[in-house]
Structures are given as C-alpha cells and as structure tokens.
C-alpha cells in the first residue's frame, strides 16, 4: 500500500458525459501528480499540483481540468467524455515541490467511456 | 523532453531463472524510478535510484549516470513477478515523470 488513495476504482459512463476522480495523497505530501495511462499512448503525465498551485502541466486535453484542496486532496475533472478517453488514470504524491523525489502511486481509476 | 528507451519489449522465463532488464534515457538523469505493475494494473514503486546501486532481496538496480543508463536485475524469479516493468525519469529540468514503454515479464512454473 502506497498510502494514495484514488476513487473510484472503476467508472463506466457514455460519451458526452463528465466525471469527477478524486485522490488523497500520502500524509504530509505536498505535490500531487496525474498520469493517463492508454494502450496506445502508454504512461503520460497530465498536470501538477504543488500545496494548491499548479505547478506543472503535460499532455492534458482541455476538455480536462484538476484542483487541488487546501487539505492536500485532488481532482481531475473530464468532460465531453470521448470513446478515446477510456484509460486507467492514475494519481501520485511526493513530498518534493521539485519533484526530485520518489513519487508513489496510487491503485488507479480505471475510466470506461462508452 | 526526455526519451526512455526500455529493453527488451517482452521477457519470458522459467522460475527460477535470472533476468537483466535495461533502461537507456537521452537526457541526464535526475530522478530515475522503476516500478512494478502488476496484472491487477497496480504500479508498485521498487527504487528510486538516480545513481549507484540499491538491492532489495531478489531484485537489484544500478543506474549509471554518466552513460544515462539503468539496470534492473531480478534473481531466482517467481511467477509473483510477473507483469510490466517500468523505468521513468524527469530528465533536466522537468517535474513530470517520463515512461518507457516498459517490459512484460512472464515468469512460467
């Protein structure tokens, strides 16, 4: 157990739609990061979160957006959900605002869009 | 950003036996971390090695800065270790973890 914890472990939702994936990050972790990973684009970074702020931002669509809470938790919100979007999405903490660190992550939400 | 180049793609063994997997990154490496996924799609940290040399029981890493590599050495494998083995780095300057595509390991009874 990585101490991140992620849900919902799985969501199935139809195209259009919107959802919400929330995660916790280990105790005292201040960075939170976001990853997609898809069969044909592997492991992709999304965004980073740092003590509330926005820190960094990869591969994120716009149709996709994160926050972060002042108690440290995080969501990814995607909406106009397409077929392509079906992933397992993954969150993960460090305790390193540079990210030089170990990151842990958490079990994944795995995101069906029908 | 950086490239993380992973061999080889598939890897298939008999319990029992020793495997090398290799990483090679085309930028400095900075934060350099393997992990284990496994069939259930969990991603299990196994090092966080940017240099030298770390074991754990049966697993074992050596990362080589200088020549931008990485090792990951499983000795005595066990059908336990079965499943993708990552390697990711941020590289110079970034805070995102960069994947390789990873290698499928099928430990056989």
């Known amino acids: 157990d990585s101490g991140v914890t992620q849900t919902p472990k799985h969501l199935i939702t139809a195209t259009g739609q919107r959802v919400t994936l929330r995660c916790s990050p280990r105790?005292?972790?201040?960075?939170v990061y976001w990853y997609q990973q898809s069969l044909d684009q592997g492991l992709q970074f999304l965004i980073q979160?740092?003590?509330?702020?926005?820190?960094a931002k990869g591969n994120i669509l716009e149709r996709f957006s994160a926050q972060q809470f002042p108690d440290l938790h995080s969501e990814l919100n995607l909406s106009s959900l397409e077929l392509g979007d079906s992933a397992l999405y993954f969150c993960a903490s460090s305790l390193d605002r540079l990210g030089r660190d170990t990151q842990y992550f958490g079990p994944g939400t795995r995101l069906t869009v029908l | 950003g950086i490239q993380v180049e992973q061999s080889p793609p598939d890897l298939i063994l008999q319990e029992g036996a020793n495997s090398t997997l290799r990483c090679n990154f085309s930028d400095s490496v900075n934060n350099l971390q393997w992990f284990h996924q496994n069939p259930w799609g969990q991603l299990i940290n196994l090092f966080y090695i940017p240099s030298g040399t770390k074991q754990n029981g049966r697993l074992s890493a050596t990362t080589v800065a200088t020549e931008r590599y990485s090792l990951l050495y499983i000795s005595s494998s066990q059908t336990t270790d079965s499943g993708v083995y990552f390697c990711?780095?941020?590289?110079?300057?970034?805070?995102?973890?960069?994947f390789g595509k990873g290698t499928l390991l099928t430990v056989n009874p």
């Open positions: 105790s005292g972790d201040l960075s």
């Open positions: 990711a780095d941020s590289g110079g300057s970034n805070y995102k973890l960069t």
């Open positions: 979160y740092y003590n509330g702020e926005e820190r």
